[in-house]
């Protein structure tokens, strides 16, 4: 029995060839050869198991909003999370998460409850399970200040909570970017605040990025990770290389740190532009900027 043999042997629906650049923010990427969406933990075990199986790699996509896909697509499966995933719970003043929900509803969420803790990562455009992996911050704040734990499916297909003390979160990372497990949920432990406060607090966050960072093209966020000392985008600029192309990537003339599909951009178009961003930089100012978008895909 095959792959999607499994798959209908357990109403798990799946697309075959579908392309990338129609779930990643950049709007980049060729086909993955299958797309399976999973609403719940027992899908998700049999879809992984099933993979396994049959030697067949597999990831799971968020919001696809940090990920450069190769133009030649994804070999073996992309597994959404749906369903389950996507729901939000409040207790008091703990939330808890699905991996496959935005983390702006994440936000809007513990605004409707008046808690207090989320605004800086109200406009941040990702999922929830995303914003773990990467411990996703901005201005000021990260996921770390107010994770309480993580819930994960290991490579064995247990399922287990994870304290956030454990799970070491640091500057864009954690220990799910090389312990092979799968974040399902997170919790959040928050605190009482003013709804008012709170609104014009996330207002405040969502202009600062309508005004500064080029929204109305296609990217994936902030390309570089914050070199120490120095700030990336500020580097960039210095070097004269804002608005500078390759292909259809565009180094931001609006925020230096960032790449946008000004249109038809390919994988290796924005690679190239990295690269030469990364080189000029370095030659330059003596830093060099280590990427924070992850490229994936064949040819990785």
Same mark, same amino acid.
């Given at each position: 029995?095959? =792959? ?21 923010? #950049? %709007? ?14 027992? *899908? ?29 697509? /994804? *070999?073996?499966?992309? /597994?959404? =999370? ?6 939000? +719970? ?7 998460? &699905? $991996? ?7 936000? +809007?969420? $513990?605004?409707? *409850?008046?808690?207090?803790?989320? *605004? ?10 995303? $914003?773990?992996?990467? @411990? ?7 996921? %770390? ?5 993580? /819930? ?43 709804? +008012? ?26 390309? #570089?990770?914050?070199?120490? !000392?120095?700030? $990336? &985008? ?5 070097? &004269? ?30 690679? @190239? =532009? ?5 080189? +000029?930089?370095?030659?330059?100012? !003596? ?9 994936? &895909?064949?040819?990785?």
């Amino acid at each position: 029995m095959n =792959l999607t043999d499994k798959l209908n042997k357990s109403n798990i629906p799946y697309v075959l060839n579908e392309p990338m650049s129609a779930h990643t923010t #950049f %709007k980049i990427g060729g086909a993955a050869d299958i797309m399976i969406t999973v609403r719940s933990v027992e *899908e998700l075990k049999t879809a992984v198991s099933a993979c396994k199986d049959e030697n067949i790699p597999y990831m799971i996509l968020g919001n696809g909003s940090n990920l450069l896909v190769s133009d030649d697509g /994804i *070999e073996g499966a992309v /597994i959404v =999370l749906d369903g389950d995933f996507k729901e939000i +719970t409040v207790d008091g003043d703990t939330i808890t998460a &699905g $991996a496959g929900a935005k983390l702006s509803k994440l936000c +809007t969420v $513990a605004l409707d *409850e008046a808690l207090s803790g989320l *605004e800086f990562a109200y406009g941040i455009p990702g999922s929830v399970g995303g $914003a773990v992996y990467m @411990n996703a911050g901005a201005y000021g704040g990260e996921m %770390k200040d107010v994770l309480l734990s993580a /819930i994960a499916l290991t490579a064995d297909g247990e399922v287990h909570e994870i304290p956030a003390a454990a799970l070491q979160l640091g500057y864009r990372t954690s220990v799910f970017k090389t312990n092979g497990e799968i974040i399902l949920f997170s919790k959040y432990q928050l605190h009482k605040g003013d709804k +008012t406060a709170i609104k014009e607090h996330m207002d405040d966050v969502m202009n600062r990025r309508k005004t500064k960072q080029p929204l109305e093209y296609p990217s994936a966020g902030s390309v #570089f990770k914050r070199p120490e !000392g120095a700030f $990336a &985008g500020t580097l960039i600029e210095q070097c &004269g290389l804002k608005g500078r192309t390759v292909g259809g990537a565009q180094v931001s003339e609006k925020h230096a740190g960032f790449i946008i599909n000004i249109g038809g951009a390919t994988c290796d178009d924005v690679m @190239n =532009l990295v690269k030469l961003v990364q080189e +000029t930089v370095k030659a330059e100012t !003596g830093y060099f900027l280590e990427r924070e978008i992850i490229r994936t &895909g064949r040819g990785e």
